[in-house]
């Protein structure tokens, strides 16, 4: 069994793909087994060897015990016996699946693939794609035949950004085999390092849909409180967030919140499930309004917000904005379709002059995606409106003196895109999603 080498270290792991996922995934198996970690960005790989995340989502404690050597040398990989594949799986620009990451890393593994090996894919793709995209590169690269010769495994990750409570260790972990035998010792080797346990899913298929249907059924939700939020907006005198508090006092009430949905997992996975969908002949409706509705967001807000300012008799070509957080989400550094981007074009389409300071964000990567500089501090007395758009911690706990001083006039636009500073509307020409 492939499980009794690896704890006796006469077998290596290894990780292919050091992103989010896989970094995490590759130093606890190393507190465990003897581990490879693959990366084709031999960038990236010089700073692992140096003890250093470049995700930023680890300190260099992390690498402490971990018995891993760094490689961007597909060579290495032929020493390794238990693949994990943890490489990305974007959308092009017609949010379709761009597979060629997991393709080519399954190429990778497939010139290194041995009799008795095993590889488990850990990117999300939509169900179907393990078996029937990657399994024969796989095959056809090593001349190997799967569950006769090597063994395939699925086992999604669902890690959170930025989520220091729910890790590797304590979310439950799911795991399919291509059969009976194999899924046995995936789930074993799985239990080394995830504590709260693997559940063993009846087929890879089943596997791969949970994971796409995790965030599918997120993405509709915040759409349908998104849509809500629009409709509450239009009646008037609603708060959004009071309406949830209140509604939320019911025990079977789900609590989503309005909001941008960004980054690559929310606002990318369900456009996968669409696409598989619509290969068998059925068009996702459901799923497909959630989309729409949720990629619509950014560009509403930046237009309420222009609306709001133009109600105070101002000219918008003279206006400033200061927008507040660039990231995807809260607490991380990440920056990657961040729909803030979405808001500052609307604004910037009106020739709003908008400015953005985030704590977290580098202002060279967003410079080199979007174009945009972020400012390292707020110009005082300077500002039309405010958008606070991510709810990072450093802006929890800020009082009405604290935005007042960057007003130029007490007509400023407080927009409080998650409602985090609802008992300050007395204070401002307030506005919440
Ligand atoms: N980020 C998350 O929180 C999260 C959570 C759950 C699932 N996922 C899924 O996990 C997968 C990985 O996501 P991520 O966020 O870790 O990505 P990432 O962009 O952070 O990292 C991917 C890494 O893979 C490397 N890579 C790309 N192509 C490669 C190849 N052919 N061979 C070897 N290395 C290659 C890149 O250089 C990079 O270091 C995706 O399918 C994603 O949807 C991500």
Known sequence: MIYDKLIKKEATLAVVGL???????????????????????????????????????LDSSAFDGC???FSADP???KKANFFVIAVPTPINENNLPDLRPVLSASKTVGNALKKGDYVVYESTVYPGCTEEDCVPVLEELSG???????????????????????????????????????????????ELVVDAGVHRASSIKVAEASKIIENTQRDVNIALINELSII????????????????????????????????????????YLVHKAKKHGYHAKVINSGRYVNDSMGFY???????????????????????????????VSDIRNTKVI??????????????????????EDFMEEYGIGIKAEADENAYDAIIVAVNHKEYIGWQAADFKKYFN?????????????????EEFNYWSL
């Not at 939320?248 to 690559?264: A, C, D, E, I, R």
């Not at 237009?303 to 660039?326: C, F, H, P, W, Y």
């Not at 006039?409 to 008992?423: E, S």
């Open 232 to 271: 509450f907006d239009k009646v008037g005198d609603i708060n959004t967030y009071e309406v949830l508090e209140a509604a939320g006092t019911k025990w079977n009430f789900l609590k989503f919140s309005p909001g941008l949905v960004g980054g690559h997992c929310i606002g990318v996975d369900p456009y």
């Open 342 to 363: 979405n808001v500052i074009r609307e604004l910037e389409s009106f020739s709003v002059n908008v400015d953005v300071i985030d704590p977290w964000a580098s202002s």
């Open 67 to 69: 018995d891993i050597e």
């Open 409 to 425: 006039d007490d007509k400023g636009v407080f927009v409080d895109l998650k409602g985090i500073y609802r008992n300050m509307k």
């Open 75 to 77: 060579e290495d990989l």
């Open 301 to 331: 807000v930046g237009k309420q917000t222009v609306k709001k300012i133009l109600s105070e008799r101002k000219n918008i070509q003279d206006s400033r904005v200061l927008v507040m957080g660039a990231t995807f989400k809260e607490n």
């Open 144 to 190: 190997l035949k799967m569950t006769d010769d090597f063994m395939v495994g699925y086992s999604p990750e669902r890690i959170n950004p930025g989520d220091k409570v729910n890790t590797i260790r304590t979310i439950v972990k799911v795991a399919a085999g291509c059969c009976d035998e194999s899924l046995e010792d995936i789930a074993k080797t799985y």
């Open 19 to 57: 992103g989010y996922v896989g970094l995490p995934i590759a130093l606890e198996f190393a507190r465990k087994v003897k581990v490879l970690g693959f990366d084709i960005n031999a960038e990236r790989v010089e700073m692992m060897k140096n003890n250093e995340d470049p995700s930023q989502e």
